[in-house]
């Protein structure tokens, strides 16, 4: 008995038969490379970050392919309290869509102001997550950077103990 092989022996993704229009929909669009701009400005950490509405403007550009969003706030009670989130759900017009659900993270959730910052983060972060669009954050890359006097060199003569 003959066993016959191809050349390409790794198994492929089946395609969920409950979204498959909208996945081929999706792959379509990031062939396109759709990205956000960064042109909002954080000049506490001195870096730039993609705007709700740059990302918004980028998630229109998928109209074109039979994609759209809406995300909407809502709650959940729990025991000792509720969690706030925003909802995201991403629609193709043959009816097939995908929800995702974004924490809303404010100081003072009775603050007015602080809650509706944590619900416009909450939104671009949930609507880039939910269709793949890419935007580097410097605000969290340059939170998960050590300080300067937090770096130690190692082998630096100051600090050399023998590699231990």
């Known amino acids: 008995m003959t066993k016959s092989t ?3 022996s790794s198994p492929k993704a ?4 409950k979204i498959q229009h909208l996945e081929q929909a999706l792959v379509a669009w990031h062939k396109t490379l759709p990205s956000a701009s960064k042109g909002g400005s ?4 001195r870096s730039s970050y993609s705007t709700l509405e740059e990302v918004i403007a ?3 550009t998928a109209t074109e392919f039979g994609i759209t969003f809406t995300q909407l706030t809502d709650f959940q009670v729990i025991e000792g309290g509720v969690i ?3 909802r995201t759900w991403i629609m193709h017009e ?4 995908l929800e995702a659900r974004t924490l809303i993270k404010a100081k003072d959730k009775s603050n007015p102001q602080q809650m509706g910052s944590g619900i416009t983060y909450a939104k671009r972060y949930g609507l880039q997550a939910a269709l793949g669009i890419p935007s580097e954050d410097d605000d969290a890359n340059a939170a998960t950077k ?4 937090e770096v130690v060199e190692f082998g630096n003569k100051a600090t050399d103990n023998g590699g231990w």
């Open 84 to 86: 706030e989130y925003v």
């Open 58 to 60: 980028v998630a229109e």
């Open 94 to 97: 043959s009816g097939e869509r």
């Open 42 to 45: 954080n000049p506490h950490f």
């Open 14 to 17: 089946k395609s969920d038969p």
């Open 6 to 8: 191809s050349k390409d």
């Open 146 to 149: 050590p300080k300067a006097e």
